[in-house]
């Protein structure tokens, strides 16, 4: 099994803007919120390295683990046309104890 470091992951400022797309406000987010963790919707090709370290950096608070997972578009029709949803990669950010993320205030 191969270790990596950190540091290969660290993105540079431009995509650690690009990573975090926006804080998911759900009624499920937000009991999550009691437990120490923000949901986020991510890129579909970002990693939980480079997701930690943009966490990290934009809202100065320590990350304990990062869960992602995808969620496939859904089909629907639109006046008798089938279509297609996007598919979205979402990101469950556990913080450490003591530290906390206003989803509701801009960066």
């Known amino acids: 099994m191969r270790r990596y470091s950190p540091k290969q ?5 431009e995509r650690v803007y690009e990573l975090i797309r926006r804080p998911m406000v759900t009624e499920k ?11 986020f919707v991510v890129p579909l090709d970002a990693n939980k390295f480079e997701i930690k370290a943009a966490i990290e950096t934009l809202f100065k608070v320590k990350v304990t683990s990062v869960n992602t997972l995808r969620q496939k578009g859904k089909k629907k029709r ?12 979402k990101a469950l950010v556990t913080l450490a104890e ?7 205030t801009g960066v």
């Open 9 to 13: 992951f660290q993105p540079s400022q």
């Open 29 to 39: 987010a937000t009991l999550m919120s009691e437990h120490n963790q923000v949901a």
């Open 98 to 104: 003591g530290n906390s993320i206003d989803v509701t």
């Open 78 to 89: 639109f006046r008798g046309v089938a279509g297609r949803r996007s598919d979205i990669k």
